[in-house]
Each structure stands twice: as C-alpha cells, then as structure tokens.
C-alpha cells in the first residue's frame, strides 16, 4: 500500500471546527448530521436517513457483503425540567452530564421553535460559602439551576423557554499547543470527524473496495447505544469497524491500576472484550504493525460500553471491533486528544478495510 498523505487536510480541519461547534445534543442531533452529511456527500454513493437521525453514506450500495465504519453523533446535555416562581431553571440530565462542572457555566437553550437563548449555571460565591461543608454546597444534577435574567417564571415563559427544551454548553473548539484539539462533545464528533476522512482518502486515492462499506454517524449512544442499536437491524452488516473516545489515564488524579495506562500521543487503544471478535482483532493489529502504527491494548470488563456492543450482538452476531481514541477529561466542555492519534485511527481504519476481503472468513472453525 502506497504511503498515504493529506490525512488531515486544511478543509478537514475547517470541517472539524465546523462539526465541533454545531451543537447536537442526544436527541436532537439533526444539526450535526447536517454538517456531517454535507461534508461526506462527494465522497459517497448514495446516502440514507433512519426515522430517529443516525446518518450514513454507502459506496457500492449494490454489494452484497456489507462492513460497517461507525461512530456517533449526539454530546451530552441538560434538559429544562422545572421553572421556579422567582425564574430560575433546574434541570435534569441528558446522557451523562456532569453537575460538578456546570456552576459558571454559559449555555445554550435550544427552543423547540429553533429559537437559542443565552443562560448561564449560577452558584453561591465563594464568600457565603466560605469553610462549609455543607452538602448544599456540592453541586448536583437536581441542585445546579440556570439563570436567563428573569424576575419570574412569567418572563422566562414569554422568552419561549418550556418544559423539555434541551441545553448545551457553548464552549468551542481549539487547537492547543498545535498538539491537541480542545472541545466539548470531542466524544464522540471527532469519530465523525474520523470516519469522515476515511471515506474522503478512499475517494481521493480511487480505492476500490469488494464490499459494500457504510460509513455511520448514530445518534443517541449517550443514553444506552441507542441509534447503533436500531441502525444494525437497518443495514444488517457483515462487519463493523466501530471508533469512539476512552480515558487517557495518564493526568493527575486518576488510578492506573484501576483504570490502567493509556496516553494520548501514544496511538490507537484497540479494545480486548467479548463483543470484540479476536480475528477481526488479530487483523487490526497486524496492519496496525505493517504500516508503523503505534498502538495500546486496552482491556475490557465484560462490554466495551460503546455501539461496538450493538453490533456485535445483533442479527445473530456481526463480527465487530473498537479502535477507541485516548481522551483527556471526558464530559467536560475541555475534552482534548492528541492530533497524532486522530491521524493515526483514520490510517488504520483506510488500511484494514482494504484487508478485508469480499465474504471475508471470520469464523473461528469450520
């Protein structure tokens, strides 16, 4: 296979800033999935849409064996849950947010009219807090509340703002250091981001493929693999290449024994787990080698936690695997991986579908 260049081209990167900042919280993740679908038209044959938003561009639709590169699409968020008298707001959760670093916050309040209205968490100043320890003062999902400079619950109604309108951070996509890019919703966008790119070298370099490949943007992952759940039974693949975030566990705080040593700049953490198919594992690491890149072994209890599960246990078993991409400070709005391992990840994942053969043999006996 030839050297490849141009992994991450100034449009991609255009694109990547563009994706990032696009809001698309579980859910509502059409916005998104505008951007993305717009991005990955020319590079694809034919594209579909599912009822609930998972997006996916197919080249060779006429082909019976089909392999699958996935990742997903929604961020975590917050939805309006009670408005008080006097006008603040208070929440409940949509996907795993994290209470604790909401407080000073600025948001974004989606409005089911398309409407956007600014708020920001407020919280108690460190003076009145002062020395206590009273648990009031640790922030929580059913105690952290907005403010959108309302006297009353009246004028927070007359802004548009209901019961069920869904709240995003506004935090934006950097890059620091000319090292790492920097955002919110990184998990799991750049895997758009990725897959995207996969499908735009295989296009620009004219790689011909013996299979159907699917490149899938899912929605709802945060709340339970949700869309990858309904997508599998839609196209019912044959394989399924699946990319998502995991922790880098090498900044302060965190247990390595426990949770063990992964680094961003490191490579590709390829994931040992039932749901992972050993085979289609074995062939990942050995173009991994063949094309000098680095990678980490990231071991599993019982599932991965992301949409390789939903595929590998659908439609009598797909033959699927994780290549996961090392994450500083998942669910903050400061989420940041290394530029190296996103180059990395879209390599690997262009080189191993060129491996894979039409009715690739999987099985472990015959």
């Known amino acids: 296979m030839a050297n490849l260049t141009n992994v991450i ?109 600014k708020g920001v968490f407020g919280w108690p100043a460190i003076h009145i807090r002062g020395g206590s320890k009273d648990a009031k003062f640790i922030p929580k999902a059913d105690s952290i509340f907005l403010d959108v400079g309302c006297a009353n619950k009246e004028a927070v109604l007359k802004l548009g703002i209901r019961i069920g309108d869904v709240i995003t951070y506004e935090d934006e996509f950097m890059v620091l250091n000319d090292t790492f890019f920097v955002g919110r919703a990184l998990d799991n966008r750049v895997g758009g981001f990725m897959i995207a790119q996969v499908a735009r070298l295989l296009h620009e370099n004219n790689i011909k493929l013996p299979f159907g490949l699917y490149i899938v943007n899912s929605v709802q992952e945060e709340v339970g693999l949700r869309g990858a759940q309904m997508i599998v039974n839609t196209i019912k693949p044959n394989v399924a290449l699946v990319t998502d975030v995991a922790h880098d566990t090498n900044t302060p705080l965190i247990n390595k024994q426990k949770h063990g040593d992964y680094k961003c700049g490191k490579g590709p953490q390829l994931a ?24 980490q072994r990231e071991s599993n209890y019982r599932s991965t936690g992301t949409d390789t599960d939903a595929f590998a246990y659908a439609n009598g078993g797909v033959v699927s695997a994780l290549i996961s991409l090392s994450l500083r400070y998942m669910h903050t ?34």
Not at 91 to 101: E, K, P, Y
Not at 351 to 363: P, S, V
């Open 9 to 117: 081209s100034d449009d991609a990167m255009a694109f990547l800033e563009k994706y990032i900042n696009t809001a698309s919280p579980t859910g509502f993740e059409w916005t998104g999935q505008r951007v993305w679908l717009d991005y990955i038209k020319p590079y694809v044959d034919t594209y579909e849409v599912d009822n609930y938003g998972t997006v996916y561009g197919i080249i060779n639709p006429e082909a019976e064996y089909k392999v699958v590169i996935e990742a997903h699409a929604d961020e975590i968020s917050w939805f309006v849950h009670y408005i008080s008298d006097d006008g603040f707001i208070y929440l409940v959760r949509n996907g795993g947010s994290d209470a604790l670093i909401a407080p000073s916050k600025r948001v974004n309040i989606h409005t089911r009219k398309g409407k956007i209205i």
């Open 333 to 366: 709005t400061n989420e940041m991986v290394h530029k190296d391992d996103v180059a990395n990840i879209i390599k690997l994942m262009y080189y191993t579908l060129q491996r894979i053969e039409n009715n690739h043999d999987f099985k472990y006996l015959h």
């Open 272 to 295: 040992f787990a039932p749901s992972v198919h050993n085979k289609f594992l074995d062939l990942i690491m050995e173009t991994a080698e063949a094309n000098n890149i680095p990678f």
